[in-house]
């Protein structure tokens, strides 16, 4: 059933429609009473008049109110009434799904979070009032009203008059409306229990307009690397929160699956020269909203929501800065920008990075950070994305022999963006990334890694980044620990569960690289270079009929064909061992100089293997950070040509 009459309302006062099975009725009563005494207009049906057309009043009602609240409850799922005044809402943009018993919403209303309501000892809980006020006032045009986190201090003889229900209503609020009700200091008190876990779930595009996804994705992205730097908060990474973009899971499977506390869901709407960002934190136990809030600015505004948004979320999480700095200290912790038109640019190209597969959509990516930067040249975060496109087209289009110059501007770029922030651990980690990967200067690179490790202790990508170097230069500790953190921080991620793998490998724990690669795969059946991962490790653990099944399902051909030709050859078939390595020479060539060195070395062929291997360090194959531990060279080592060459990339050899 529902609830009042819009006619009866004055102007100033925003206006809620109630909807509530008849069964239910007691508990409406307290929030219609609670709703009013706040300053709002409720319109139940307990106000229709005798003889008035029933269906004619409730859809005036229903058309008139700013804020349709429904009661979800075990009796009102089941009630045709409730069901289509909650679609009505719905449909109209202004549906606040509240839920009395804990029943979960019926299908076509579960991707809205409920708010859950008590009522201890007859009144509503005041923390589940705030969060009805919260999201009901911005549907009436109102700014909510600011939060704080101290807690309340006991009320005198004259504040006991204004707990009515448990709900501060300000004595004007009769005269002046909303705008004369105000929230008691502490009710947005964090419980003291509570986890500091949280994931960003991507922010719904309510622009109509699937281009504009990029900015609402962005936007997330942004909230969530702000959290990320607070060190008392676990956050998790971009990709493993992606993966529920249009999940219609509960947020209790969703947040059970992600390993946090809580979830924080948005939705990012445009009109004209203003942006409205719908925030949500929803406690993942229950299931039920802890804090709902609307922040309508100008575009030119958005950066402050970002830092409300993130700042509002680790004070719930009890996880608040004392104090985050001036305006500058923080730009030089996120590498970030106060240029709209620059932050445009930006998101346009990371979304066209991470969705990119050729060289076009990587170059045109590039354009895009180089436009951010051009808008404003003090933007870190566009220069240190530079860094990355640059060596992402050095390293798979660019012609061998060419590439040196490319990955020159990528560390002039990085070097740049740590020069502009400091404390920008994404820039200290390209930097490392490319010197290492690019460059092959294993020593240049440790710095810039240490310095990342220390700076993005929550990030995901930087620890493992972080990791893999790590590996590779034989800091088994270190890289265990630091593919222990991007794993607790991005679960879901494919990708994080392949290096995990390959860490195991450069271990020379062949046994143990397997699972997590093994997990990859369920993850992601086409993840390049996981088969071969897996079958690198079967071939040092003498299972050349597994190893084989495994090369030969790996989608990457000079993986596959560089697995082939070694345990085609270690289980006699030289012929097809052959085979497998005239395609990869002649398809490849010198782009895989490295992977030919391992092939001959395992053939026994030691100087062309050799040979092959001084060739790919002329030519700057990225190969090369593999061989300090890579198992299909040892028949090379101790010939003084390979310690030479792996003390000149920094490596001991």
């Known amino acids: 059933m529902s609830s009042g009459d819009p006619g009866l309302q004055q102007p100033a006062r925003p206006s809620v429609f109630l909807s509530y099975s008849r069964a239910d009725q007691q508990q409406a009563r307290i929030l219609a009473r609670a709703l009013e005494e706040a300053g709002l207009q409720v319109?139940?049906?307990?106000?229709?008049?005798?003889?008035?057309?029933?269906?004619?009043t409730i859809e005036a009602a229903l058309a008139a109110s700013d804020a349709v609240v429904v009661l979800w409850s075990r009796n009102s799922v089941a009630s045709d009434w409730v069901l289509d005044e909650a679609a009505r809402g719905r449909d109209l943009k202004k549906l606040v799904p509240l839920s009395i018993d804990g029943t979960e919403p019926p299908m076509g209303f579960r991707q809205y979070q409920s708010i859950a309501l008590t009522f201890p000892k007859g009144h509503i809980d005041p923390a589940s009032m705030q969060a009805v006020m919260r999201a009901v006032l911005p549907l009436a045009g109102h700014e909510p009203v600011p939060r704080t986190a101290m807690r309340p201090p006991s009320p005198d003889p004259l504040r006991r008059g204004l707990l009515a229900g448990g709900v501060v209503a300000a004595a004007a609020a009769t005269a002046t409306g909303v705008w004369g009700w105000r929230w008691r200091r502490g009710w947005f008190?964090?419980?003291?229990?509570?986890?500091g876990s949280v994931a960003v779930l991507p922010f719904e595009n309510l622009s109509g307009d699937p281009k504009q996804a990029y900015f609402s994705d962005g936007l997330s992205e942004e909230v969530r690397a702000t959290l990320a730097r607070n060190r008392r908060l676990k956050v998790m990474a971009q990709a493993s929160s992606a993966r529920f973009r249009a999940s219609d899971e509960g947020a209790v499977k969703i947040a059970a699956q992600l390993g946090v506390a809580f979830l924080l869901d948005g939705s990012v709407r445009w009109a004209g020269d203003t942006v409205r960002v719908a925030a949500d934190l929803v406690d993942g136990r229950t299931g039920f909203s802890r804090w709902t809030q609307v922040f309508e600015r100008r575009i030119d505004d958005v950066f402050a929501v970002q830092s409300e948004i993130a700042d509002t979320v680790a004070a719930a999480l009890a996880a608040r800065v004392a104090n985050p700095g001036t305006p500058t200290q923080q730009r030089a912790a996120s590498g970030g920008t106060t240029d709209v038109a620059a932050f445009d640019a930006y998101l346009r190209g990371r979304a066209l990075y991470e969705t990119g597969n050729d060289e076009a959509s990587e170059r045109e990516a590039l354009a895009l950070f180089d436009a951010a930067i051009a808008l404003d040249p003090g933007y870190a975060a566009a220069h240190a994305a530079r860094s990355l496109a640059l060596t992402t087209l050095a390293n798979q289009y660019v012609r061998v022999g060419q590439h040196a110059a490319m990955y020159d501007q990528a560390v002039a770029a990085a070097q740049r963006a740590i020069a502009l922030a400091p404390g920008y651990a994404g820039a200290h980690s390209m930097l490392g990334f490319v010197l290492f990967q690019g460059r092959l200067d294993a020593r240049a690179a440790r710095a810039p890694f240490e310095k990342s490790s220390v700076l993005g202790a929550g990030e995901a990508t930087v620890q493992a980044r972080w990791a893999q170097y790590c590996a590779r230069t034989g800091?088994?500790?270190?890289?265990?620990?630091?593919?222990?953190?991007?794993?607790?921080?991005?679960?879901?991620?494919a990708l994080i569960h392949r290096a995990a793998g390959t860490i195991e490998y450069a271990a020379r724990r062949f046994e143990a690289s397997i699972p997590p690669l093994r997990k990859s795969l369920q993850m992601n059946p086409r993840m390049a270079r996981a088969h071969a991962a897996i079958g690198d490790a079967l071939v040092n653990l003498e299972d050349l009929v597994q190893a084989r099944a495994e090369y030969s399902a790996e989608p990457v051909p000079d993986f596959r064909l560089t697995g082939l030709a070694i345990v085609e050859h270690l289980g006699g078939q030289?012929?097809?061992?052959r085979a497998a390595m005239d395609r990869l020479v002649a398809e490849l060539g010198d782009t895989v100089l490295y992977q030919q060195a391992q092939v001959l070395a395992q053939w026994g062929d030691r100087e062309a293997a050799i040979e092959r291997l001084l060739k790919a360090r002329a030519a700057g194959d990225s190969g090369l950070i593999y061989a300090r531990n890579d198992p299909f060279l040892d028949p090379l080592r101790g010939d003084p040509r390979v310690n030479a060459l792996l003390t000149g990339i920094g490596f001991d050899a």
């Open 574 to 577: 030289h012929a097809a061992a």
């Open 43 to 56: 319109w139940w049906d307990t106000l229709i008049e005798g003889g008035a057309a029933f269906a004619r």
């Open 189 to 195: 008190d964090p419980t003291p229990e509570a986890e």
């Open 475 to 493: 800091r088994v500790r270190e890289a265990a620990e630091a593919i222990g953190r991007a794993l607790a921080r991005d679960r879901l991620n």
